[in-house]
């Protein structure tokens, strides 16, 4: 697709469930990031990919929290054991780097936890 | 501009006027920021960038200033119009001297409401 595409766009689970989000990424960006955003509030960092480096996970709020890639392609963020404040949207982006810090949002997962 | 808590500052404004959004970062290393446009049930969208070697930057009917001095940054958006209401994030990078980005940080947003 033309754009970064993230599945599903909404997701109901109860909690102490574990749940999987999937972030497509624009082709051909080497570089992913996932996103929590609460609510009426701004973003929250949780993880960077950046090519075949090591990943950047020093946002991910408890080791309940996980994601991977595979390659340049497709991204998986796994949260275990759901928790209430686990609800909210999670963003992922891409961009094409080096040479540029543009990053293109996908629509967004909504997260509830009940 | 700035935030405090968990509520995002608002401003309001008249179709026509001029609309200043301002964010201050934290990091002095950042040297690339970039301001989004987040719309109601969307992911943010690209506005403008600007890198550190730059104080201003014009796009159309937007501009962001750069003052790394106080480490301050702001979007003025001209002649506002109601589809320009949405929440506004700044966000801001560094290359650390390499030649790729780090993960961007974003500022809390500013919520722009724009009246007919």
């Known amino acids: 697709g033309a754009g970064v595409s993230q599945s599903p766009s909404n997701k109901v689970t109860e909690k102490g469930k574990d749940v999987e989000l999937r972030c497509d990424p624009i082709s051909g960006h080497t570089a992913l990031y996932w996103y929590r955003q609460r609510l009426g509030q701004g973003l929250e960092f949780l993880i960077y990919f950046q090519g075949n480096s090591a990943p950047d996970k020093s946002g991910l709020p408890s080791d309940r929290f996980s994601a991977e890639r595979t390659g340049e392609s497709v991204s998986t963020l796994t949260i275990q054991r759901t928790q209430q404040e686990d609800s909210a949207v999670y963003l992922c982006?891409?961009?094409?780097?080096?040479?540029?810090?543009?990053?293109?949002f996908g629509q967004g997962t909504r997260l509830t936890v009940v | 501009g700035e935030s405090v808590g968990l509520h995002l500052p608002t401003l309001s404004v008249q179709e026509g006027d001029n609309s200043i959004i301002n964010c201050a970062y934290s990091n002095s290393a950042s040297d690339y920021f970039i301001w989004y446009k987040q719309e109601s049930g969307k992911g943010p969208q690209f506005i403008i960038d600007i890198r550190s070697n730059m104080d201003k930057r014009q796009g159309q009917r937007v501009t962001v200033l750069l003052n790394k001095t106080v480490k301050h940054l702001s979007l003025q958006i001209a002649a506002t119009q109601p589809g320009d209401s949405a929440v506004y994030f700044c966000?801001?990078?560094?290359?650390?001297?390499?030649?790729?980005?780090?993960?961007?940080?974003f500022g809390q947003g500013t919520i722009l409401t724009v009246h007919p």
């Open positions: 982006a891409s961009s094409l780097v080096p040479g540029s810090a543009e990053a293109f």
């Open positions: 966000a801001e990078t560094s290359n650390a001297g390499g030649t790729s980005y780090g993960k961007l940080t």
